[in-house]
DNA sequence: TGCCGTGTTTGATCCACGTCAACCCCGGGT
DNA sequence: ACCCGGGGTTGACGTGGATCAAACACGGCA
């Protein structure tokens, strides 16, 4: 290999892995930096990283370093207990963190999977300290991050709290329906990229539950299922089940 | 009043509401800090507030402006919807930090009630996120705070999705003796702040469940309770009961 | 092409917890 | 001392979802 071959393949690599060049900063932690402060948020996503569905991100019990953001794909993050019983904590997709468990006691506290073929950004998480200590919406938009975190597992604790099957479901496909639109994709047809098992996981339910609740959404003509593709046919109507009291 | 009463009265309270004086700094946000950090603090815990039995510390849709450390008392969080459902989604006691949900939207997403009397001291956000970036324990503590708020969640909604009626309340009662516990204060016997139907809703279970399962664990000797005194008789038992695998 | 394995659907039955209701306990006010 | 009211306990019964089991769909591979 040349020495110009080298260089410009070096550069490719820079390019390719800098936040000012990447379509996602609207969506990630960049968001709202100004130019200047994009440019040396460039110098802390040292790395990409590639994963082939099924590969694990980190696992449970591994050394806490960096965070990671999504470039491309689909993640679940879940938790074991020694008794075989596990929680599906989270489904993460492009733009959104994966890590911030670990911060707490400097080791990862659950399993980060991909479940397709994958990218992620990693980001050391001192450097992100250093820099967040620096840039003030980079420090802010941080903080919202994660407490972003926590307003969302508060609206999980309130799903496995106090919804019925059917409830959850609907807040599930609602929910990523609204995530996937917030990317530019339909937010009425998308494949699920998590089997029946995962979603009940996830949602407090075995899988069966989950598979006749499906039947019966579109039975009532509220969606379109063929195994993992869905399509939403009628979203007020699922929001309505939602919200529906019971008794 | 003279005025040297008026002066020794608000030395008295500056004194009063300094970090460097407070007898909880090991269990609070200044962990680890030196002295001299440790005073920089003091500047920031701006103003203490007592609350009666009952009381709101905020209210879900207020705005969001500053974190509380809880000084003294117990307090419960929970989240509403329309229809009437509501999720506690955790309880509070001393040393610990409320009010991480409204950082993300700069409203509070859930309501802080009291549960006895209590004091609280108010940390303005915007003060707290400008001297972390300048004492970098500080900063990171508090990300270590976030973060084991989002581990706890993680650990509820394992709780939530995978346990059954007596394994909840176990983990529960465990997770409260174990914080008394790191308090100075008897692990095996404590009074419960909050009502059976509060218990419920914070384990996803109906008051009659959680009365019947602490009647259970009465005759099978594990504690002994009277109304909301609880006295832990076998804390292995208890663990055993949690761990237990079902079918 | 047929076979196998994994994930999904669907049905029949069971059981943990919810629901409804009666009663009890205890503390506060008159 | 009495009543009153809110929280807690206990019992009888109903039900949503778990469990067990069988059959089916689909992709990968020989």
Redesign the pocket.
């Known amino acids: 290999m040349s020495t110009d071959a080298a260089t410009a393949r070096l550069t490719f690599e820079v390019v390719k892995t800098a936040c000012s060049n990447c379509n996602l900063r609207e969506l990630c932690l960049p968001i709202g930096l100004p130019a200047e402060d994009l440019r040396r948020l460039d110098e802390l996503v040292s790395t990409r990283r590639r994963l082939k569905r099924g590969d694990h991100l980190y696992r449970a019990g591994q050394a806490f370093e960096s965070i990671y953001a999504v470039r491309s794909g689909f993640f679940k993050t879940d938790v074991l207990i020694e008794d075989g019983r596990d929680q599906v904590t989270g489904f993460q997709m492009t733009g959104e963190l994966l890590g911030l468990d670990g911060i707490s006691s400097e080791i990862h506290t659950c399993n980060a999977i991909a479940l397709e073929d994958s990218e992620v950004c990693a980001i050391p998480f001192s450097h992100l300290e250093a820099l967040s200590r620096q840039i003030h919406t980079l420090q802010h938009h941080f903080h919202k991050v994660m407490s972003r975190e926590i307003v969302r597992d508060h609206g999980v604790m309130m799903l496995l709290g106090t919804m019925?099957?059917?409830e959850r479901l609907a807040a599930f496909l609602l929910n990523l329906s609204q995530r996937f639109k917030a990317r530019g994709y339909s937010p009425a047809e998308f494949n699920l990229r998590m089997?029946?098992?995962e979603i009940g996981s996830y949602l407090?339910?075995?899988?069966?539950?989950v598979?006749?609740a499906?039947?019966r959404f579109q039975e009532d003509g509220l969606l379109a299922?063929?195994?993992?593709k869905v399509r939403i046919l009628n979203t007020t109507g699922l929001r309505k089940l939602m919200t529906h009291q019971?008794?």
Chains 1, 2 share one sequence.
């Open positions: 019925r099957a059917e089997s029946r098992d407090g339910l075995k899988l069966e539950t598979s006749r499906f039947s299922v063929h195994q993992r019971r008794g």
